[in-house]
């Protein structure tokens, strides 16, 4: 409570400090702190290799003029798009686009005069289509408009999917006699999972126009605020700043306002909290199910002793899962974990060429599990220079997954049934461990299955 009022207080000063430079005009690129903060957020988690500061232009959208123009509530980041539009849009010009795209993207262009040109979707990866992409791109081109993470797919475009973006437009750039720009739409840029990456476009292709919005990662309805961005290093980048800003006027945007300054420059570096939506997520079975779950009574229990065997919190947590779907511990009990543990991740593909390594080198045979240990343990080793002596906890009877471990092995043709037991101890000369070689001689019992709201019907049925 304290802490709170405290805070409290220093807000209500700063507030306070200057009513006159809080509620006054502002030019349109803002004001010079602002410009700083944006620096440093553009040059610091996104920028590597960059050159000097980027023109910079905040922009704000009146509530009414937001809610007539555009019902999508896809954030301002809209109007950034619209005026970087409105200063390429020469005679004849064209704009090029990669479906899926957001909608919006053809009134934009067609009301400034130009031509959208789509090119068709990647249905497999959703990345882009090349050749499609090549036979659409002409002299009359002036930009092409790339969204990722993309709205409706959510994919990103992978750092190799740019590089060969980058190649063919400063190639087809030098055929058409002038600047091919690529203008990157970047509402969703911290809106990601896990450990995937958004890269920062210009570092890879100069003639980059990064539209962003602070309207997702800070959570700004109504008014928001957000910048475009042009490198210095993008070919006659004054001129298309000017352009820029003047198509920004042209518009209705002027005199970004103050207090939405403010909590940019105060809040530009925060990230969102995409926790609770990961509870809408496809879920994905792997070749390692007991790592497939998303209630672990292990991790329970390991919290539970953590906390100093605090079994409210426990109970806190548990029931945060259930009604949310995630939770997230105290910083106290994030300590202890970030101090006991080293933590990675492997995917199927990197499973069975563990498997298939350990046998080959060891003639060891791994069960799913125990070969994602093994390469987080390679992993962490790579990473740290860590080269004590481990131990790898096996938890698993590698027959108990026989089909996997064939196709680790490389053996195809899989033996149907119990049968398989066999074949993989006569590939392998590991004897098949006694509970399951049992298996062979056993009657089936059952052979129905139930969906999850019939479970306490069949329970009872079962009992009578």
């Known amino acids: 409570m304290k802490t709170f009022v405290q805070t409290y207080k220093k807000l209500h000063i700063w507030l306070l400090a200057d009513c006159a430079a809080l509620l006054a005009y502002f030019l349109l690129r803002g004001q010079r702190w602002l410009m700083n903060a944006l620096a440093d957020h553009v040059t ?73 040109v789509v090119v068709p979707a990647d249905v497999e990866a959703f990345q882009i289509r090349f050749d499609e992409l090549e036979k659409r791109l002409n002299a009359h081109t002036q930009a092409v408009i790339i969204n990722s993470p993309n709205n409706p797919s959510g994919v990103i475009y992978t750092g190799e999917t740019l590089r060969r973006l980058a190649e063919l437009l400063t190639r087809k750039s030098g055929e058409a006699g002038h600047p091919i ?33 602070y309207s997702k990662s800070l959570s700004l309805p109504g008014e928001r605020i957000g910048y475009v961005c042009v490198p210095d290093e993008a070919e006659d980048s004054e001129q298309v700043f000017a352009a820029v800003a003047g198509a920004a006027r042209s518009i209705g945007h002027v005199c970004p306002p103050s207090l939405l300054q403010r909590v940019v420059t105060r809040c530009a570096h925060l990230r969102p909290d995409i926790e609770a939506y990961d509870r809408n997520r496809t879920f994905y ?53 970030k101090r006991l543990f080293s933590a990675g991740c492997c995917d199927d593909s990197q499973t069975l060429l563990m498997i298939g390594r350990m046998w080959k080198e060891k003639e060891y045979l791994l069960d799913p599990h125990t070969a994602v240990a093994f390469h987080v343990l390679d992993e962490y080793r790579a990473e740290t220079g860590d080269d004590a002596p481990t131990v790898v906890v096996s938890t698993a009877s590698p027959f108990k997954f026989c089909s996997s471990v064939l196709t680790a092995l490389g053996v195809k043709g899989h033996k149907p049934g119990v049968e398989i037991l066999d074949q993989l101890s006569q590939y392998t000369g590991v004897p098949v461990p006694m509970p399951l070689a049992r298996l062979k001689n056993k009657q089936r019992r059952f052979s129905g299955s139930i969906q999850p709201a019939g479970m306490m019907d069949c329970v009872l049925d079962f009992l009578k």
């Open 44 to 116: 610091g988690p996104f920028r590597r290799g960059l050159g000097k500061l980027c023109y910079l232009v905040p922009f704000s959208v009146m509530e009414v003029v937001e809610a007539l123009a555009v019902a999508a509530a896809t954030g301002y980041v809209i109007w950034s798009v619209v005026a970087v539009i409105r200063a390429l849009a020469v005679e004849d010009a064209e704009f090029v686009t990669v479906a899926p795209h957001f909608p919006e993207y053809r009134p934009f262009v067609e009301c400034n005069g130009g031509k959208l």
């Open 285 to 337: 079975n792997t070749m390692s199910p007991s790592m497939d779950i998303l209630i672990s009574s292990n991790l329970e229990r390991m919290i539970f002793e953590l906390s100093g065997r605090n079994d409210r919190l426990v109970r806190e947590y548990m029931a945060q899962l259930s009604e949310y779907g995630s939770y997230r511990v105290d910083s106290a009990i994030r300590t202890k974990l």
């Open 181 to 213: 720009y690529l203008i990157a739409d970047e509402p969703y840029r911290e809106l990601v999972y896990g450990q995937d990456e958004v890269p920062f476009v210009p570092t890879v292709y100069k003639n980059t126009i990064v539209c962003y919005s």
